[in-house]
């Protein structure tokens, strides 16, 4: 596989055509300044209560889970479940609704037999996502265990390949999260994804999620203007800023380059909220839904967290 970032140009000239075919950005309902924000929501009781609860917390956009993710196997989606959730997505202003994949899931494995089960059960999440009318799939890469990483970047190509040749009527695009890096995962350097897609070969359908806390953790620093400028760089001439479709808000409670991956409030970790300026106020990434992903709970005079960090995070755009 080639690694050469040296023309972002025409890469990304390339993607930008395919890409626009596939999906418009989520700017009709969008009367707030700024970007959509949202957070990964429960959907204890039925997958539409997260448009519900969405809703009850003040959120513009929503990530769920489409079944338990710890477990290998669900029953299927019966059509009144199905129903329940579009007339849901239908009656509020939620959008766009982001699924995240099992924590399972290991495309990168070196275990055949494993890597199969994760390309499953990614089938399966796939499958729901294509009957909900959900657009994003938010996958981790997975990990290398004992394999050289060249081969288990290509084993995570094999998998989204051996996905859209089962699945090639869907318009769900599958997005490839941003790692910490911690233990064998694979994924924490934007040349990581890059050579991940040039193996994927319906490439167009594939996209990238940016996480700011695995980011951090990763060794990519964006806390001022000057490192925030640098890292954008780094992602454009790696990747291309067009394959980003969602953004991961999180500050970390680890240092920069910990290597560890741990959610801290906005604002309240070692990233701060300087760094989530630069976020919510790029006009390049004005149409991505930026989804919490913080711990949950109630502050000390009972509020909801969400609704804590969710108004952090609007404060911070101008």
């Given amino acids: 596989m080639n690694t050469d970032s040296s023309n972002p140009v025409s890469r990304a000239e390339n993607r930008d055509s395919k890409q626009a075919a596939i999906f418009a950005p989520f700017t009709d309902e969008c009367a707030k300044p700024g970007p959509r924000l949202g957070s990964h929501l ?56 982001v699924a995240h994949g099992s924590y399972l899931l290991n495309l990168a494995s070196p275990c055949e037999a494993a890597r199969r089960q994760s390309v499953e059960a990614l089938t399966d999440e796939f499958d729901r996502c294509a009957a909900l009318g959900i657009p994003y799939l938010v ?33 769900t695009m599958v997005l490839l999260e941003t790692t910490a890096g911690q233990g064998s995962s694979v994924g924490h350097r934007f040349e990581h994804l890059w050579e991940i897609l040039e193996g994927v070969i319906q490439r167009e359908r594939v996209g990238v999620c940016l996480d700011t806390c695995h980011l951090f953790a990763a060794g990519y620093d964006f806390r001022t203007p000057e490192s925030y400028r640098d890292m954008i760089a780094q992602l454009d001439r790696a990747i291309g800023l067009a394959l980003v479709k969602c953004i991961h808000l999180n500050d970390s ?57 969710l108004k952090r995070s609007r404060a911070l755009i101008y």
């Avoid at 997958?47 to 959120?59: D, K, P, Q």
């Avoid at 997975?142 to 040749?165: K, T, W």
């Fill in 253 to 309: 409670k680890r240092e920069l380059g910990s290597r560890i991956d741990r959610h801290e409030h906005i604002g309240k970790g070692k990233i701060g909220k300087e760094g989530f300026r630069h976020f919510v106020n790029d006009p390049r990434f004005r149409d991505v839904p930026m989804i919490l992903e913080t711990p949950k709970g109630k502050d000390g005079r009972g509020t909801d967290l969400d609704k804590v960090n």
């Fill in 42 to 97: 429960s959907v204890a009781g039925g997958l539409e209560n997260a448009f519900h609860e969405a809703v009850r917390l003040g959120c513009d956009c929503v990530q769920l889970f489409v079944k338990n993710q710890r477990q290998w196997r669900a029953k299927p989606l019966t059509p009144e479940q199905v129903e329940r959730f579009r007339m849901a997505a239908e009656q509020t202003a939620i959008r766009p609704a």
């Fill in 139 to 171: 996958v981790h890469p997975g990990a290398s265990l004992n394999a050289d990483l060249p081969i288990a970047l290509a084993n995570v190509a094999r998998s989204l390949n051996e996905l859209y040749d089962e699945r090639g009527g869907a318009t």
